[in-house]
């Protein structure tokens, strides 16, 4: 279903937000807690609109370039804290080609994958004001941060409320970015059955054994013995030792040493996101033999039929001939796909 929302014009001064619908003619003015003010606001859940340090944003996501032009960047982004992905699984942003690479559209897609969300801007009327604080507000002067409201509009003004205890959970939490033994924790008080497996190497050593991916994804309804994978960031292996340095052999024998040996071990590929054609291509190259292994559901349509993981890791040293076991994400069973 595919429904147009109204048109709005969202204003932060760094303190409180405007949203004002001029078609409804109607404002609402929502103050930002202490907590979430000055730079703090970039931790919020939409900080593609605020900047980001390149040094965080690499901590906080998982970034993939989708398409780049002359004007215009497309990102594929997936989060990799909790509290990222209890609000979206994934982002795609269109950024402008300019000095400050501002958004000219945003799609975040929910927790469960199965609903949209598109915010596009306007281009001319997409700005980024002086930091507050530089220019003085004289005595019974209006803060030249706030906007104007024209008369007649409805003005709604929200205020900060305190959370309302929550009682026990009735779906499943976002367990991205916590540290496998703190979602083991929780999964053993939600009664659920927990599964780890070892992913991919952490791009930072802060992120080692973080979980940064689930199955069943958030808010997926609890009940008890819920099987659940949890997949985590590994360190990466320990430097080799440099081999030992030896005389250079007599031409005969560098020549026999030329030739590859049959039987030399060869290094398994990494095929995790890889379409199961390419993957096999690559093991057949490698000349490994396959085992293919039906993996989780996805509702993902770019994920259908692609590697979720595989058995033994990327790296691993296999002969020729030796069996790599591919698990491969399939889409729901349905009447029409089921043959």
């Known amino acids: 279903t595919l429904q147009l929302d109204q048109q709005e014009r969202w204003i932060c001064n760094g303190e409180t937000i405007w949203r004002i619908d001029d078609t409804k003619q109607e404002v609402e003015i929502f103050p930002l807690p202490e907590e979430a003010r000055g730079k703090n606001i970039i931790d919020g859940p939409l900080p593609f609109l605020f900047g980001l340090p390149p040094e965080k944003a690499k901590l906080r996501f998982e970034f993939e370039l989708k398409r780049e032009t002359a004007n215009e960047v497309w990102l594929r982004i997936r989060p990799r804290l909790s509290h990222d992905a209890q609000n979206w699984s994934v982002a795609e942003v269109m950024l402008m080609k300019d000095k400050n690479y501002l958004p000219s559209a945003v799609k975040l897609i929910d927790p469960a994958g199965n609903e949209e969300t598109v915010y596009a801007f306007e281009r001319d009327k997409l700005k980024i004001g002086p930091q507050r604080g530089l220019l003085p507000v004289p005595w019974g002067r209006k803060d030249p941060f706030d906007p104007d409201i024209p008369r007649g509009y409805k003005v709604t003004q929200h205020r900060l409320e305190q959370p309302l205890p929550q009682g026990p959970p009735t779906t499943l939490p976002s367990f991205i970015g916590l540290h496998g033994t703190r979602a083991l924790n929780v999964l053993k008080e939600l009664d659920c059955q927990v599964t780890f497996e070892a992913g991919e190497v952490a791009p930072d050593e802060k992120l080692v054994h973080t979980v940064y991916r689930q199955q069943p994804a958030a808010r997926t309804p609890l009940q008890k013995g819920l ?3 949890l997949t985590y960031y590994v360190a990466p292996p320990a430097p080799q030792p440099q081999a030992e340095q030896r005389p250079p052999q007599p ?40 085992q293919w292994v039906e993996g989780p559901v996805t509702t993902r349509a770019e994920l259908t039929n692609t590697v979720y993981n595989q058995e033994p890791a990327a790296g691993t040293n296999l002969k020729p001939g030796e069996l790599v076991k591919v698990i491969v994400y399939v889409e729901p069973k349905t009447a029409a796909n089921q043959q």
């Open 227 to 229: 099987p659940v994978l």
């Open 251 to 290: 031409a005969a024998d560098s020549e026999a040493a030329a030739a590859p040996r049959q039987d030399a071990p060869v290094e398994v590929p990494d095929l995790r996101r890889l379409h199961w054609r390419r993957a096999k291509t690559e093991l057949d190259r490698a000349g490994f033999n396959v």
